[in-house]
């Protein structure tokens, strides 16, 4: 008769599981853990795009898993899945490795779909991932080179086109840092940045329509045109082909075309295949096929299994799929694992949206605040990046991004000179969050200050 494993296996290294991760470290679990992804590198998605513009390092916002989880007696497994045996309590993996796991935490969060939209899968560009946001930017720069040394004007047109199909907060947050962005790129090569045209192409009336940031968009509308270059949104448009040179669309049942040589993807995103490849009856899903998990984040028919992020649904409850409901699911989780392990009651998880960051630019942003009030432009900025700042994994990490961001953006930019010591001091007194917290009210009291005096 084989012993029992006694052994916490965690699939998929993004909020939900790094963090159940990190905080049973921190907890003390009495238990093995083991975390695989198939990344070398944690992606902290909200703040790819800060990545992308160049307005963060890679250390920021792309630090490997294993800095991350050094010391924390954590075991990282850098491998794909290639299935999950739930009867069996195994996971295998394509090295042809397995493990057999006493717990298991699901936290593959979810993958892009293209709605079965021709083309779409092989001619846009996705928006996930490190090799994502290098590749767009590569693209992207080869096509403004080309621009600006081509005579035919047609060509030039589709080089300097770039369509974001979807409306939501990932088509508007990607517009808005491409139309500051990319005629700030041109103008260095000596081109004219009004020649620049950023679309979006979105299938329903509004854009945010029915996303958590649903109340910000007034500020986003408004904000869109302010940028560098105002931004063009279609509605009631939906995006039937997109070819290498074209996309197709199809509004007031009349089919068009834009003329392009870049289309990016933010249109939607559906279950991971392995997910839906588990075995758990269609009831005990919901209408995206995302598995149900009890008030304390456990499978209906495996109770050994938690299941957090986008992957899956908490019964009786809605909670949009963002960074702060995943953080803090996995966190839930570590605490309800380690409840078992001690042998005491699990407790239901709780989660407290506390608002909605959306950034609308190069240092532009919308913020709503706990559903009190809204706050936009460089204000907003400065909560976003710091709100997220916060949330970086371990302290460590935490504090060493938190404090470059702190003495770039407020230090050198907008603090007096003269009393930098003193502001050193105390932010090494305060360290992490609170620096942060501390700074950017500061710097808001400033801005503020600023106004009034004007």
């Not at 407790?347 to 949206?353: G, Q």
């Not at 706990?370 to 204000?379: A, I, K």
Request: charged share 20%; net charge negative.
């Amino acid at each position: 008769m084989n012993s029992p494993v006694y052994q916490t296996v965690i699939i998929g290294g993004g909020f939900t599981g790094l963090f159940t991760a990190l905080h049973l470290a921190h907890e003390h679990y009495p238990r093995s853990v083991v975390l695989i992804d198939k990344n070398e590198r944690f992606c902290f998605k909200p703040l790819l795009y800060e990545y992308f513009d160049g307005e963060m390092d890679s250390f920021q916002v792309l630090p490997r898993f294993s800095e991350l989880l050094k010391g924390s007696g954590v075991i990282f497994v850098q491998d794909a899945v290639q299935s999950i045996d739930l009867h069996q309590r195994e996971v295998k993996l394509a090295s042809g490795n397995s493990y057999n796991y006493s717990n298991l935490v699901l936290a593959l969060g979810s993958v892009t779909t293209y709605h079965h939209v021709e083309g779409a899968n092989v001619n846009a560009f996705a928006f996930w991932t490190e090799a994502d946001a290098i590749a767009l930017e590569r693209h992207l720069r080869d096509c403004l080179q080309k621009a600006i040394q081509t005579e035919d004007v047609e060509q030039r047109r589709k080089l300097l086109t770039v369509v974001v199909v979807g409306g939501g907060a990932s088509g508007v947050e990607m517009a808005a840092t491409l139309a500051d962005l990319l005629p700030h790129w041109y103008s260095a090569l000596g081109g004219n940045s009004a020649d620049i045209r950023v679309i979006i192409l979105n299938h329903g009336q509004k854009i945010l329509d029915g996303d958590i940031n649903d109340p910000l968009r007034p500020i986003a509308e408004t904000e869109l045109q302010k940028r560098t270059i105002p931004i063009e949104i279609l509605t009631g448009a939906e995006a039937t082909a997109i070819h290498p040179n074209t996309i197709e669309y199809k509004s007031n049942n009349q089919v068009h075309t834009v003329p392009t040589y870049t289309a990016i993807w933010t249109a939607g995103t559906s279950i991971h295949p392995l997910i839906q490849d588990l075995a758990i009856p269609q009831e005990h899903r919901d209408h995206h096929n995302r598995p149900l998990v009890t008030p304390t984040m456990q499978l209906l028919d495996f109770p050994e299994v938690f299941a957090g992020g986008d992957c899956a649904a908490v019964q009786d409850s809605s909670l949009p799929p963002t960074a702060q409901v995943a953080y803090q699911q996995g966190a839930n989780i570590a605490r309800n694992l380690k409840a078992i392990a001690l042998g005491e009651e699990l407790k239901p998880a709780k989660v407290n949206i506390r608002g909605t960051l959306l950034k609308l630019g190069i240092n532009d942003a919308a913020v709503n605040l706990l559903n009190v009030f809204e706050v936009g432009g460089e204000p907003a900025h400065l909560i976003r990046q710091a709100t997220y700042l916060t949330l970086l994994p371990t302290p460590i990490h935490d504090f060493k991004a938190a404090t470059e961001w702190v003495d770039e953006n407020i230090f050198h930019q907008h603090l007096d000179p003269q009393d930098v010591g003193k502001k050193v001091v105390q932010a090494v007194e305060l360290v992490g969050a609170g620096v942060v917290g501390v700074l950017v009210a500061r710097k808001l009291l400033k801005m503020l200050g600023d106004e009034e005096k004007s």
